[in-house]
């Protein structure tokens, strides 16, 4: 039984911290979690103290933060820290963390921990490019998610040393909150149903120029595609976000595409989503473009009037994603902001774009956009209507995956 099962309070956490650079990014991460209330035992490895120290772990954890399992052994560490453990979060987890864990090898208090932890297990991998491509990483990596544990799919960035790819450790604010929503999911937390899967999601606004420095753009901040993408991420799933200028940081394990205009994020989508199991569709893209494009800036000029922006129409990508299916049974969702007749505009999109699901909110001055929180409707092309009570947009990223899982068909990847 763990602590919560048992009635007190403050959510138990092991961060383990094996041997990477990167540990010393762990120490942001320890201090958000035991700053939000959790209580935190540090396990590093013995190879990680040469990044940082026992004494640095145990000042900013309160808590012991030996490596070995030969201390304090009348309270018998190996075996306790995992079973009494809400969630384990292994951060960095190197390449030859990873082979222990999917060995079950136990040499250390870190590997004995992950041994007898029940609850759910975060790894947060950090390496070269090299290491983390390499077959046998890949395959244990496979091998720990098929057990239930959510190993975050390394950033993309300047790694140790001049080199730039992927290894990069995720940034420890994202780690930090797909720990806390592991932790409120509760027993839900372990749920890997997109494990295997690849889903493709669009968030922010395109930018349609006028001139070098105009554009036609719209007030979408990225935030509903953003938790779209971190719900995905936690679910198990490879997560491409096809990002429309947002201000928001990458989240942990995603793969972040920027694009600019719907043009671009039409190329960018078609490109990523042909081996894709769903596709959601939450960026607010222009149905518009200015006709003409002008190299220079635009000049007043005293006396004349200016020139009226000729309008032509975007590709409808929604539209297209939804006739075209680029891989066979693939789930198609779009998002509808309407300001009137909310639920007959939105039957008649679901109709019109031919997409399974459409989310569709009322979006106004100071409704939907920007703001943290959103209320929906999800209609879906078999008639079914799923009211989303006002609330974060995370519940409503949840909603909408809980939506996609039983109509995803076929085999996974
Ligand atoms: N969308 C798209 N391509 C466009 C315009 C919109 O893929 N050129 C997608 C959006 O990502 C969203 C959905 O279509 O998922 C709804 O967009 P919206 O602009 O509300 O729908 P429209 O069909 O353009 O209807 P209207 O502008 O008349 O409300």
């Excluded at 940082?52 to 309160?62: K, P, R, V, Y």
Aim: with cysteine; proline share 6%; charged share 25%.
């Amino acid at each position: 039984m763990n602590k919560q099962q048992q009635g007190q309070d403050r959510p138990r956490v092991v961060l383990g911290v094996s041997g990477g650079i990167a540990a010393y990014k762990a120490c942001e991460l320890l201090r958000r979690l035991t700053e939000s209330g959790h209580d935190v035992r540090v396990v590093p490895t013995a190879a990680s103290l040469h990044f940082i120290g026992e004494a640095t772990w145990a000042a900013l954890s309160g808590n012991p933060a030996g490596t070995e399992v030969w201390e304090s052994v009348h309270e018998v560490p190996h075996v306790r820290i995992g079973q009494t453990a809400d969630l384990v979060v292994v951060a960095p987890a190197t390449a030859d963390l990873l082979a222990k864990a999917a060995h079950g090898l136990a040499d250390d208090l870190l590997t004995n921990t992950l041994l007898t932890a029940r609850c759910p297990v975060i790894f947060a991998p950090a390496m070269h490019t090299e290491m983390w491509e390499h077959a046998a990483t890949q395959e244990n990596v496979a091998t720990l998610r098929r057990r239930g544990a959510i190993v975050i799919e390394p950033a993309v960035g300047r790694l140790t040393g001049a080199d730039t790819g992927k290894g990069r450790f995720p940034d420890p604010v994202e780690i930090f909150d797909l720990c806390r929503r592991v932790l409120a999911r509760g027993d839900r937390a372990v749920t890997q149903d997109l494990a295997g899967r690849h889903v493709v999601v669009t968030a922010g606004g395109t930018r349609e120029p006028l001139d070098p420095v105009r554009y036609l753009g719209n007030r979408s901040s990225g935030r509903q595609g953003y938790a779209l993408a971190r719900a995905a991420a936690a679910r198990g799933a490879r997560v491409t976000l096809v990002a429309g200028n947002t201000e928001l940081p990458d989240p942990a394990g995603v793969d972040v595409l920027p694009v600019g205009t719907a043009r671009q994020l039409r190329e960018a989508v078609l490109k990523v989503a042909a081996d894709a199991d769903a596709v959601v569709m939450a960026a607010a893209v222009a149905d518009f473009r200015p006709a003409v494009y002008t190299t220079g800036k635009i000049k007043k000029i005293d006396g004349v009037e200016p020139e009226p922006i000729t309008l032509v129409r975007n590709p409808d990508i929604l539209a297209e994603l939804s006739a075209d299916r680029l891989r066979p049974g693939q789930v198609v969702v779009g998002f509808a902001a309407e300001t009137d007749d909310v639920l007959a505009n939105g039957r008649a999109k679901l109709a019109r774009k031919g997409c399974d699901l459409l989310v569709v909110n009322e979006v106004g001055e100071d409704k939907a956009f920007g703001s943290a929180e959103n209320e929906a409707v999800v209609l879906a092309a078999d008639g079914t209507e799923t009211p989303v009570p006002y609330g974060p947009k995370e519940a409503l990223a949840e909603t909408v995956w809980d939506l996609v899982v039983p109509r995803l068909a076929g085999p996974r990847g």
